[in-house]
Structure formats: structure tokens, C-alpha cells
């Protein structure tokens, strides 16, 4: 199947989606963000990779966390950045999106950061695109996968390996991207056992076939688990019909000390942001020694950091050289 | 000593043989507060090496260079890249850069300007085990192995196998490093 995400040599292109990239694409990007976080102990904690290249962050929703994230990657990489808030801009003077992007482009941009309310926005973008990247930082219900690859970091720094470990995934995976894309990453990467835990009414019913096993009991569904991974409980869907009420889901949902103790003995808790305090995770343990939601934040720099550099380099290393491999630089 | 393979017929030096050279050149004049940084791969094992015989205070540092190289943009990042570490303070220190092979400079160039992100080292010297020679920028080794002619276009490298010996083949074209690592 033609991916757009990659190029002919099974080099990533753009980053759109995790689902239906390779395993090795995902442990790339993991290994070299490793080496990213490494430079967070130096002097100098900026590299040149993206000297003289335009990074433009254009969200068409609003964000803190994720944008900030990839400002600071994008200038750790040298890179000059643009920020854009465009709902408050063009589009409401009525120009189109592909408007949009081709005076930016024209603006020489090389690299588009995309989050946009519309799931596929970021492909729309992507397809119309000749010479820049662009990463999807978030669209619609659909995906997220730079969150879902700095979980998968996260993960992997604490877990090492993924191939005996459980986790699960607590609240809305319905309307979350967020879920989505790190069960993409998860399945992708070989964990054996991924949950997902709700009422019945925020548990997508396609979840089997991702080969994700569903619990509206939150005790059965986070018990033995090595990785809990709560979800923000978005409040303009507490007033619809799926939900009771905020106290409610708390009672039947919300990760307490209790319940974590259900878990293995050290089972990490992670949270994508933001946080309802007592309303999807209790405050003791967001604060607690086995929490790793503030590392998330800062693992997600250097994972961004990986993406950006890796599609900046695209017209070189694919994929099929991988098998061949490369050694250091010498000889140059 | 076990034959040095090649796609081509170039004879290749003894890699123990442009050791002793080179450890020979190094011992009288490099101070024990030296700090050594060797660059990954093929420097680093020749650091490994050069470091213990020569007995520096400070831990080993090892460089990465992928970050800083000038050909990303037409070679992309390879798919590992090693974080790089200097375990000692390079403010202020006399530092020793090791490499393998040296050939454009463009990969010493590539480094030192990662070892600037770390600090302001008091001077830089550079030892390489071979010399191909074919320099694109004004880079000369303080220390050298020997010199080592081979055809332009094809790739000189170190190996290392499992039992830790060091040998020099040719290629034409990029591969993995030998096991080891």
C-alpha cells in the first residue's frame, strides 16, 4: 500500500500518522531522540541540523503544551520558527486552507507543524505540498503521533522492552487521538497486551480489531498492568449524553492510590495533559513517585526534536538501507 | 595476523603496526590531564585503546557527529546515532581527538564544533591512526598512524571483531561496522 507518509525509498516524508508505519520507522525515531535527550546535560544544548531552515507552527487549535514543545525542538535544532494561531487570522477572513499554506510556502517554509480540528487536515496539507514536511500535531478525533511516539518513549525508558508488557489505556479513547495514535505505537512496537478502559459508551467499538482488549471495569482493567496511561476527560463531553457527570466518572473511572495499587508494584502512570484533578486522575497520585506525566513533557522535546531532524534529512537515509546500515562518517 | 580483505587490489597497512606508530608519537608529549574524545565508531575503539595505554586521568569521551555534519541535508541522519558524551569538564583542558581514518576533514570539523557546545577547551589536538589524504578543508593530524593510499571513491574503514582486533578493509560502498560495538 502507497503510504504518503514515506518516500520512495521507505524514508519518512511526513508524519502524519503512526498508523501503517514500520516498526523500524517508530525505533528510529525512538533511538534518535534518545540521543536528543542527551544534550539536555550540556553547555550548549542547541544542535545545527535545521540552521537556516523555516519550522512554521500552524495551529487552527488552540494549544500550550504541544506548541511550545515543538517551538523549543525546532529551535534546540537551530531552525528559525514562525507561530501561527490562524483561527484568530486569515481564516477568519475567509481564505482557504491551501491559501493559507501556499502563501506560507511561498514565504519559504520548509517544515509545516500542523494541529487542526479537522481530522486529515495535516494529509490535505501534506498531498498538495511538493518540497516541505509537514507533522500532524493533532487533527480532529484522529491522530496525534508525536504524543503517541513520546509515550512509547516514555514507556521504553522506563519499561525497556516491549514485548511482556501490559498497559492500559483509562478514560475517553472514543473522541482521543491521543489514544489512538499510542495504540498504533504500542501494537506496532509488539506490547502483547493493550487495554483500553471506559464506559462502554467512550470505548470505540473498533477497538478489537486493533487487537486491544476493551474493560468497562476499571479494577479488572488496570490489574498486573506495567503502564497506566489516564486520558484528559474533555469537558465539553461531559455535557453530552455519554457521561453522567464529572463526580461520577471520578467514582467509577478516576485513578486513585486504591486502584493504582491494583497495578504492578511499579507500573508507571502517565497523563497527556492537561490534567483534571479528581475528575480522571486523583491529585496523590499525579504528584506521586510512580507519575511520569512531567517526563512525558520533557521527553516529548527530544522526540520531536527526532522527527524534525529525521524528516529534514529524508533525502537521505531510507529505510531499505537500514538492513545495510552505515557506519560513523569516516572517510569524509 | 588474518589477511585484509578488499574489493580491490590495494595493499592495506597493518593496523597494529600504525598503532605502535602512533602511540609512539604520543607518549612523550600528551599530559596525563589530557582529556581524550574519540569519534564514533572506528575512533572510538582506537581511543579505547590509545586511552589506556597512555593512562589519562579523565574518562574516555566519545562523539557523534551526526548532528553537526554538513551533508545532512543531502544524507539525512543515520539511523543510530550514539549520544555523544564528554565525562569531563572540557572548559579550560587540552583535548586529543581521535579518529580512525582522516580524509575530507569534514568529519573533524564536525566535531569540533560539537566540542565547542561543550565548552571552550584550551587547544585541540588530533591523532589518527591513517592518513588517505584528499583534505577539502585546512585540517591537518598532530599524530599520525601513517599515511594510506587508496582509490578516491572507495571507503577506507577500521573493524573490529568480537575478540577486539582491529583491521582496515576497503569497500565501495557504506556497510555496518564489524560486531563488537
Redesign the interface.
Known sequence: MNNPQLNDRG?LRHLLTIEGLPRETLV?IL??A??F??LSG???K????LRGKSVFNLFFEPSTRTRTTFEIAAKRLSADVINLNIQSSSQSKGESLLDTIDNLAAMHADMFVVRHSQSGAPHLIARHLTRQNVINAGDGRHSHPTQGLLDAYTIRHHKKDFSKLSVAIVGDVLHSRVARSAIHALTTLGTPDVRAVGPRTLLPTELERLGVRTYTDMAAGVRDCDVIMTLRLQNERMQGPLLPSAQEYFKSYGLTPERLALAKKDAIVMHPGPMNRGVEIDSAVADGPQSVILQQVTFGIAVRMAVM??L??????G?T??E????????? | MSAPQSDNKVSLPDVEALFETLLGQLKPRVSHAAGMVGIVTGGVWLAERLHAALGLRAPLGMLDVSFYRDDVGEKGIKPQVSPSQIPFDVDGRDILLVDDVLFTGRTVRAAMNELFDYGRPARIDLAVLADRGGRELPIEPLYCGGRVDVPKGSILMLDRDPRGVMSMSLSSRRRQRGAGT
Do not use: C, F, W
Open positions: 524514508g528510529n533511538d534518535t534518545r540521543s535527550v542527551s550540556r553547555e550548549v542547541k544542535v545545527p541540523l531532524a529525521i529534514a534529512g529524508q533525502g537521505g537515509y529505510m538501507q537500514t545495510t546500515g552505515t557506519s560513523s562518517g569516516e572517510n569524509r
